[in-house]
């Protein structure tokens, strides 16, 4: 009975300070996205406020403490930008986003994000992280945030002539902050929150007339049912796609991350229609939307916490802050939130990767630049499809080059003495054809050209080696071998490992071409059948 208690009461303890730990990253970072985005610092807050509230209380087993990240503010910035800073719109774009994670959420494709290929997700991130940085050049020399990153690069030269000294110096002293306290004093303080104070109080202290964040609403949101006409349905829903498969995309991240931290497995369907949820009350409150953050998730756990109590407790704390702190909050320089931004930027970036990137395959390379790239300078989703295409050609390109056909010609005493007689005439000859490797539509084409090789046997036997299916494409060239096989007058023996081929065959009337009695489920049984024919014909 002690120890049940003992034990509830350690439970407990780890969720409060994981939900008080996460609590503490996430105030500077919702401020700061809400500002990136265009959407205001209240607006950033409330939403993970809202988001980690709702989707903590309908997660799943393993805490996840939910809120605006990286990705997903780019993406809402863009939204933004692309929109001439409708916010009407976006919330719309939001809602019909969160009805998309639901619906998604029924279906089998959350289990996609496990098979998206590494350098696709550190292209995507390690754009994001840079997109991120060149963002809060502006803000960090004190002139306006733009949200564009070739529009914000275009003006650097005009904000670079127009600095303003005062947030540059909160800027670089935010910088140096963030990226110099030590590491033990950050696992105690984030060393956000500590440039957040100090440098807030300086800028007070010494009345520097800078950009502030100046008003955050401290009232609860009022309740919002975005308008949604056909029109906008249409026009709005390649928007709602892409913020969609970003909000879900992350959440799925960060659920795996936690999966191996806890050593507990959850349901992916369970974790994105939470989310979704979760999303639609962010957007009938004029809220930001958000994702499962990994970094905030990964300090909770680390924290002690076990159970979903610590994604509540962190909104709890956050709401407690901003009633609290509300006039300090008010004061925060612009240029603050800047250099915080940018240590969160390039935290973002994958440095594992650019360590080792010297060992990586030209393919990995491929993939890596063009997600990059795109990110960057394009459109975020682009690069991800283009990333996983890419990757998926390259794989496909991999596969084929390793299909090959292996060949050997039969001798033992029955054949011999024939193959001796007629050595040169290569229409009697005997060989066994092994398809290594998948024979799908991109090994097709080089499998055809092996086998024009080796036309001239006169029995030639085709031994199936692998038990999958053909796709469509595969069909097709082999019923192609068939027929350039024929026109030689070779004979086909086909050797197959199973039924189900067998029946794909005969539905493509394969079978039929081949001939049902040179069909075989054992080389042994097509080698003695092509010996025996050719004893006859001999004879």
């Known amino acids: 009975m002690i120890k049940n208690i003992s034990a509830r009461a350690e439970i407990l303890a780890g969720d409060i300070l994981g939900g008080i730990n996460s609590a503490i990253i996430a105030l500077p970072q919702a401020l700061a996205f809400g500002v990136a985005t265009g959407f205001g610092a209240g607006a950033g807050l409330w939403g993970a406020i809202i988001l980690c509230f709702v989707a903590g209380l309908l997660g799943t087993k393993v805490p996840v403490i939910s809120g605006i990240t990286g990705p997903v503010a780019i993406v809402t910035a863009s939204i933004m930008h692309s929109l001439g800073m409708d916010i009407n719109a976006v919330i719309l774009i939001i809602a019909m986003a969160s009805v998309l994670q639901i619906i998604l959420s029924m279906t089998q494709l959350t289990d996609v994000v496990k098979y998206v290929p590494y350098p696709v997700i550190s292209g995507f991130m390690n754009g994001v992280g840079i997109i991120i940085i060149i963002l809060q050049i502006n803000p960090l020399t004190g002139n306006s945030i733009l949200s564009g990153t070739i529009e914000s690069m275009r003006v650097w030269g005009n904000s670079f002539s127009n600095i303003n000294y005062q947030a540059l110096i909160l800027g670089i002293l935010t910088l140096l902050i963030v990226f110099l306290v030590p590491k033990r004093v950050n696992k105690l303080i984030p060393s956000t929150v500590i440039a957040l104070i100090i440098c807030t109080y300086i800028s007070i202290y010494f009345n520097f007339c800078v950009d502030r964040i100046s008003e955050i609403s401290i009232e609860f949101p009022k309740f919002i049912i975005p308008h949604a006409s056909f029109d906008n349905l249409v026009n709005y829903l390649q928007y709602a796609i892409t913020l969609a498969i970003i909000l879900s995309s992350e959440s799925l991240l960060t659920g795996l991350v936690g999966e191996s931290l806890t050593k507990t497995k959850s349901n992916p369907k369970h974790l994105i229609a939470a989310q979704g949820i979760g999303n639609l009350c962010c957007a009938m409150a004029g809220a930001l939307p958000g994702s499962a953050a990994t970094m905030r998730t990964v300090a909770a756990l680390k924290a002690g916490a076990k159970t979903k109590l610590a994604a509540v407790v962190s909104p709890i704390v956050l709401l407690l802050l901003l009633f609290k702190f509300s006039g300090f909050v008010a004061q925060i320089p612009l240029a603050v939130l800047a250099g915080i931004l940018i240590k969160i930027g390039y935290d973002i970036i994958d440095f594992k990767l650019l ?47 390793s299909a090959k056909l292996v060949q050997k010609t039969v001798y033992d005493e029955n054949t011999i003495e024939i193959e001796k007689s007629i050595e040169k005439d290569y229409k009697h000859k005997i060989r066994v054809v092994h398809i290594e490797g998948q024979f799908f539509f991109g090994s097709a084409t080089q499998l055809i050209a092996q086998f024009d090789e080796i036309l001239g046997t006169k029995y030639l036997i085709i031994n199936y080696d692998v038990c999958d299916v053909l796709d469509i494409s595969a069909i097709f060239a082999f019923e192609d071998i068939v027929l350039r096989l024929k026109s030689q007058h070779i004979k086909i023996l086909l050797v197959i490992h199973n039924e189900k081929l067998y029946e794909q065959l005969e539905k493509h009337n394969i079978i039929s071409q081949i001939g049902q009695h040179h069909i075989f489920y054992s080389e042994i049984e097509a080698i003695n059948f092509a010996k025996s024919t050719l004893k006859k014909k001999r004879t």
Request: proline share 0%; net charge positive.
């Open 355 to 401: 360590k080792v990137i010297k060992y990586a395959t030209k393919d990995d390379l491929y993939v890596l630049v063009l997600v990059f790239l795109l990110t960057v300078f394009y459109n975020l989703i682009v690069a991800v499809g283009a990333g996983i295409v890419l990757a998926a050609l390259l794989y496909a390109k991999k596969i084929a080059d």
